[in-house]
C-alpha cells in the first residue's frame, strides 16, 4: 500500500473528534484530509496537531477539498442522508455513524441511491461486528457445532440517561446495537417486536419508561429479548448469550466467552502467546513509533534488559547446583536512576 | 506529527516478519524503510507488498539505508549487543526484542555505552508492561489501595516447547518475562533465585527437567514464585496473583482483573461503552482503511443501516401501543443480495 | 426434642424411595413409620432395610398406622388432594411433594379446607426456598441494598424430556418452580401470563414445542422471564438473576452469587471457616457415626495424624533454621498398610 | 439400622459444643450420650436441650457413662494422646479432633497403642476429605485422565489470627490442613519441607511472621507450596491447584471445580436436577421434621400451592392461545395472611 488515505471528517463532536484523533493517532494508512463542522472553532479544535487537514463549516466543502478520497460520517443523525448522498454524488467511500438515517424513508432513500450506483460505497458503523468477543461468538454461530440458534439473551445497561432522553429512545437508541448484532449473529431479518414495560425504576428520570423489556422474532423462527436499562447505576453492561440447540454460549460478562456444552462450561484456552499478547505487541510498537517521532524514549531500559539477564544467569547457577543463588548487580549508572523506570 | 518514522528492521524471521506486517499494517506513523537479514529471499519475502523498504544482508547497510530514522532489531540474541551498540553509533534509537543481550557481561556493555551516550536510546521488548491486564495490575499496586505486595504467584505454561529446548531455557528464556515482571511490577530489584525441580512430566521430552518452580527473593523483601511449564499439553497460561497486605489481585485467569479484597472477590464493571468498545472503534475504523485503500467496501451495509432504521421505528411504535408489532421491510436490492453480509 | 417423628410416607416410586432413604439416613429426629404404595412389593423394597416401617397399599391405612405422627405424600399429583384431606381430618401434619394438586379447583378445595382447621397442616415441597443460593438471593432482595427488584431473568434446562412429556408440561410441570421462586423471590402473587414459542429445537422429540419463552407480570409491576428448554443435551442448568433499582444479582451460574453494584461484580468471601466447611463437617459426622453404628472405622487413621505431627514438627525446625528439613516417618505398621488411606 | 449410637463428647468448648449440636440435630443415627468437661458448667450448657446426656468433668468418667458406645474427642490436643489411648482400652470406636496429638512421639505412642490393637478404632478430623469440592479433586486426580499429579499451589488466608498466634502455629496449626490434603491427594508421603519468610505484613501483629510460604517435596518426586497468611485482612480463602501432566484443576475459588484440559477451562454442568439441589432436598425435610416435633408448621403453604397451580393453568391457557393470560386467584384465606408466607 502506498500513500495515506485522506478521509473528511464530517463532525467534530465528541464523536468526530475521537475519530480524528483514532484516524491521527490508531490507525494505519490514513490521514484527516478535512474536517468540516457549522462551530467553525470546534472543528479547529479537534484538528489541532494533526497536520494538513482543511478545516470547513460546509459538509460539501469538505467533500470537494483537496486530498480527499474517503469520507468518514460523524455528525448529527439527521444530516447523515444528504452527507451520504452527497458522498455517493462524488463516488466517495463512506464510514458513516449509526444511525444510518434516522427515519426509515430517508434511509430507504440512500439504500436505492447506492443500489442505482450498482456498486457499495457506504459502510454503516456498526460496531460491535469489530468487537472480540462479538466476533467469537459469531464464529462460533458460523461453525455449527453447537446447531441452530434458538434463541438470544441480551443485556444493555447504561449507568444513567443523558438528559433530555426519551422512552423511546430507549428502543431507537440504545436498542439499535442490538438490532444490528441481532440480525448479524443470526443471518436473519427481523420481523415482528413487542415492548414489555416494568414498573420505572425509581432511579429513572420522572416520566422515563426504564427499564424496557423489548421482544424481537426472527425471520427464521427465533427469539430475542433485550434488557435494556439505561439508569442501572452500577456500570456499563452489554451481555449476549446465544441459546442453540446443542449448546450455549455467553460473552459480556466475566470471561472471554463461556460456552455451555456436552456437560461442561468452559472458556477457551489460547494455545499460543501471540493470540494472548497480540494487543500487547500492538501497543508496544505503537508506542515506541509515537516517543520516538516525539523524540522521546519511553518504555523498558537497557538496565532492565541488562538486569534480567543477570538474574537469568543466576536462575540457571541455581538451577544447576539446585541452592539459592544470589543477584549480583552492577552499580546502578545515573541515566537509568534519573529516567527512571 | 508529520511524516512516516523510517524503521529498519533487523532480522526477518518469525519475529521479524511479523515487526514488519505490524510496522506496515497496524501501527500509525511509521514505515519499513530498510530491512536486514543474512538469509536475502527471506528479507524479500517479508517485506513483500511492503511500499519503499530496501533489503540488505548486513545489519550495518540497513542502519545506513536511505530514510532510516530509527531500529528495531529482531534478529537473534547473539547478535544483538552489535546491533545495539551500531545504533548508538549511528543515534538512533532502538526497540530491541528480549532478551536484551542474553549474557550479562554483555549487556553491561551495552548499558555502559548507552550511559556513556549520556541519553537514552534503547528501549527493550518488554511486552507485558503493554498488556491492558498487566497494566491494570500495575495500576492497582501503585495507586497503594491494597498496600504492599507481599507475594506474586506466577504461572507461565506452553502447549509444547520448541526442539532443542534446554533446562536452562526454561528458566533464561521462559521466565525471562516474568523477571521483568515482577521487577517492574514490585519496583523492586530481584536479589536471589532458587529453583525447584518437581519430577519431570511425563509429557516433557526425554531429559528435559519440566516442569521447573522459580523463587525469587526481592530487595524489599517480597517473595516472587514461577510455576514455569513448557509442555503441559493443555494450553498457553499466563497468570499472576499479587498478594498484598489488604487485598490480592489475580490476572491471567478469568477476563480482567479478579480482586479480593475487603470480603468480596469481583471484577470491576466499565462505567462506559467507550472503555468497553475501545478496541471495537480501532478495529472497525483501520479495518474500513484498509479495505478503502485496496478499493473494497466491507462492513455493515447501508442494508443493514436501513433495517436497523425500520425495526427501531415498529419498536417505538410496539412500545407506544404496548402491543406486538410487526417489521415491514422494502425488498432487498441486488446490490445487497450479492455483496451480501 | 425427644422420641424420633413416625413419618408415614405416601408413595414408594422414585421420589418416595428417595425421601424414605433421606429420614432414614440423612435426617436427624425422624423415622419412618410407615409407607403405602399400590405396588406392595415397590413399597416393600423401598423401606427394606429401615426398621420398624409397617407397608401398606392404601395410603389411609399408612396414616392409620402406630406410631404414625405426620405424613410425607410423595405419590403422584391425582392421588394428592385426597391425602391431604385425609391427612388434614386426622390433624396430622404434612410435607406434600409439587404440585400439590395439579388442577387448581383440586388446590382451592385443599385450601379451604385447612383454612377451615383454622391452623396450618400442610408445608409443600418448594424446595427452591431451601437450596443455599436462593437462600442468599431471597435474603439479598429483602434487606433491600439493592432496591426493588424490577425484573428477573430465569433459564431452566435439561439434558432431555422423559417420555410422553407434553407442551404443556413444559409450564406447569417444569416452570412451576419458577413460578414459586418468583413468587417467593418477590413477594408478589402473578398476575399476567404470556409463553413465546420460538421454533422448536432439531433436538427436540417431534411436536414438542421446546424451547419455550414464558413472560409473568407481577402485582407490583415486575417482570418475570424464563427461558424453559428441556431438551438442551448439554446439562441441567436454573439460573436467575434479580435486576434491581441499585444493582443485580445471579445465581446458578459458575459462582454461588455474582452480585454486579457499585461499579463492581463479584462474589462474597465467606469470613470464617466454619462458614465454608460446614458441610464438610456434618458430613465428617455423618460418615463416622454410619460406618461405627455397621461396626467399621473408615476415614483418615491415627497414622494419618502421626504423619501430619511429624510434618508440623519438620516444619517449624524448617521455620526457626530457614533451611529444607526432611521429614522423617517411623515404619509404617501393617495395620494401615493394610486398611490402606 | 437400629437404636442410636451413644456418644461421649470430650471437651465443651467451641468445637466440642459445635459437635453437640451436630450430634443433636443435624446428624442421622446418633445422640448425644454423656459429655465430660473440666468446667462442668460450660458441659452442662453444651448439652442444654439435648435428652439423656450425663455431664462429667473427667474423661473416663464420660468413657465409662451408661449407653457410651463411641468418644468423639473435641479436647485441646495436649489431653488427647490419654483420651485416645483410654478409648482403645475400652474398645471405644474414636472420632479425634486434630492434631491428633499435637507432639509426634506422642502421636507415634498411640499408633502403636493401635497397631498393637490389631484394628482400627480411631478416624481422625481431617475433614476436608468430606469437602465436596476436595472429593471432587481427589477423584479426578485418582481416576487417572489428567496424568499424575506434578504439582499442588495452595492458598489458606485467614482474616486475622487469634491472640498469642505465633509463628510456628502457621505450620503446624494453619498448614496442618495442607499436610493432610496433601497426603490424601497424592496418597504419598512428604519427605522435605523448607519455608520462606518475606517481609511481614503491616497487618500482622508485631513479632509474627505472616505471610510464609511452604514448600513440601513428596515421596513420588511432587512439589507442594502453601502460602499461608493468616491476617490477610480480607477473609476466609482455601485454594488448591493441581498441576497434572495432562491438565490442571482447581478448587477454592469458583464454586466448584475448574478444570483446564484440552484447549479449554471449564466446569463440569450437572445433568441432573438431585445432584443440583441435593442438599435443598435435605435441608427440606430437615427442616419440616424440626418444626413438626415442635408443634410447628413453617415453609410453603397450601396457598402456594394452590397460587402455583392457578399459574400453571393460566400458563398452558396462554400456551395455546398464543397471547397474554391473566392469573385469577381466590380470595387469600385470612389463614395464610396472618401466618403469612
Known amino acids: 500500500m502506498g500513500d495515506l488515505l485522506g478521509v473528511a471528517v464530517l463532525g467534530a463532536g465528541h464523536m468526530g473528534a475521537d475519530h480524528i484523533r483514532r484516524l491521527d493517532r490508531m490507525v494505519n494508512g ?34 470537494d477539498a483537496p486530498g480527499v478520497e474517503a469520507v468518514l460520517i460523524a455528525s448529527p443523525g439527521p444530516a447523515h442522508e444528504e452527507a451520504l448522498l452527497s458522498a455517493f454524488a462524488r463516488g466517495l467511500p463512506v464510514l458513516c455513524e449509526k444511525p444510518m438515517v434516522p427515519d426509515s424513508a430517508g434511509a430507504l432513500r440512500v439504500v436505492e441511491a447506492e443500489a442505482r450506483l450498482g456498486r457499495r460505497l457506504a459502510q454503516i458503523g456498526f460496531m460491535r461486528r ?15 457445532r453447537l446447531g441452530r440458534a434458538l434463541m438470544l439473551h441480551c443485556v444493555h445497561r447504561n449507568v444513567s440517561s443523558p438528559p433530555d432522553f426519551t422512552s423511546a429512545m430507549l428502543v ?51 427469539l430475542v429479548d433485550v434488557e435494556v436499562f439505561v439508569n442501572c ?11 442453540c440447540e446443542r449448546g450455549a454460549a455467553r460473552i459480556g460478562d466475566d470471561r472471554g466467552m463461556l460456552v455451555t456444552a456436552g456437560g461442561s462450561a468452559g472458556a477457551e484456552v489460547p494455545q499460543d502467546y501471540l493470540v494472548r499478547f497480540a494487543d500487547a505487541y500492538d501497543r508496544e510498537v505503537q508506542a515506541w513509533v509515537d516517543a520516538t517521532r516525539r523524540g522521546r524514549v519511553t518504555g523498558p531500559t537497557a538496565w532492565d534488559g541488562y538486569a534480567a539477564s543477570v538474574v537469568a544467569e543466576a536462575g540457571v547457577a541455581a538451577l544447576e547446583s539446585g ?13 537509568y536512576a534519573v529516567t527512571g523506570r
Open 172 to 222: 431507537n437508541s440504545s436498542v439499535s446495537h442490538e438490532i444490528d448484532a441481532a440480525r448479524w449473529l443470526l443471518g436473519q431479518e427481523l420481523t415482528a417486536v413487542t415492548v414489555l414495560r416494568p414498573r420505572p425504576s425509581a432511579g429513572a428520570p420522572q416520566g422515563l419508561l426504564d427499564p424496557q423489556f423489548v421482544l424481537f422474532e426472527t425471520a427464521g423462527g427465533a
Open 30 to 63: 490514513a490521514r484527516v484530509a478535512a474536517v468540516a463542522d457549522p462551530d467553525a472553532a470546534r472543528a479547529k479544535e479537534a484538528v489541532a496537531g494533526t497536520e494538513g487537514a482543511s478545516v470547513h463549516t460546509e459538509a460539501e466543502a469538505a467533500l
Open 323 to 335: 541452592t539459592r543463588t544470589t543477584v549480583d548487580l552492577a552499580a546502578l549508572p545515573e541515566l
Open 130 to 144: 469489530y468487537d472480540t468477543e462479538y466476533r467469537r461468538l459469531k464464529a462460533l454461530l458460523d461453525d455449527g
Open 233 to 243: 447505576g452500577f456500570g456499563y453492561q452489554v451481555r449476549c448469550e446465544a441459546v
